[in-house]
């Protein structure tokens, strides 16, 4: 069985750099909204064991190393079950490395869409407490709409 499931793009309404953390990363407050444009993915098992990713950009990783096929890892690994062998098809509308979330929300979609599939045992936001172990933008797009983020 194939599912469905959109990845929205975001865009910054606003990003003021607030100085230098010890780190060497920035401290950040941006409000962050929800966009029209989005990535399609289709996820349907399969037998062979893992998880593999194609695209309609074909240098996106397929494997492991693909911020998507990681949120599924995290998924299961939560959900406390083996993940069953996956195929996860991205049909890329977002522009790549352009600031606009693509590869978080191809993320946000696979967790939302296995949760789904799974019989919902997340609520949303347990979902995106999830996020955090994928990427610093894929809570915010697991929920999505208009918010304001710092650090």
């Given at each position: ?6 990845a ?12 230098k953390r010890?780190?060497?990363y ?28 194609s ?26 079950r083996?993940?069953?062998g996956?195929d ?27 949760n ?7 609520s ?28």
């Amino acid at each position: 069985m194939t599912h469905t499931e959109s990845a929205w793009a975001k865009i910054n309404l606003t990003l003021d750099i607030l100085g230098k953390r010890p780190d060497g990363y920035h401290e950040m407050k941006m409000v962050m909204q929800s966009i029209d444009l989005c990535d399609n993915l289709e996820l349907s098992e399969r037998e062979a064991p893992g998880t593999a990713v194609s695209s309609t950009l074909p240098y996106l990783p397929r494997d492991g190393g693909n911020i998507a096929a990681k949120a599924a890892e995290v998924f299961f690994a939560h959900l406390g079950r083996p993940a069953p062998g996956l195929d996860i098809h991205i049909r890329k509308q977002i522009p790549v490395c352009a600031g606009m979330a693509g590869g978080s929300s191809d993320a946000a979609a696979v967790l939302r869409a296995l949760n789904q599939r799974s019989g919902d045992p997340f609520s949303p936001k347990e979902l995106a407490r999830l996020g955090e172990q994928v990427g610093s933008d894929v809570p915010y797009c697991v929920l999505g709409g208009t918010a304001l983020a710092q650090g």
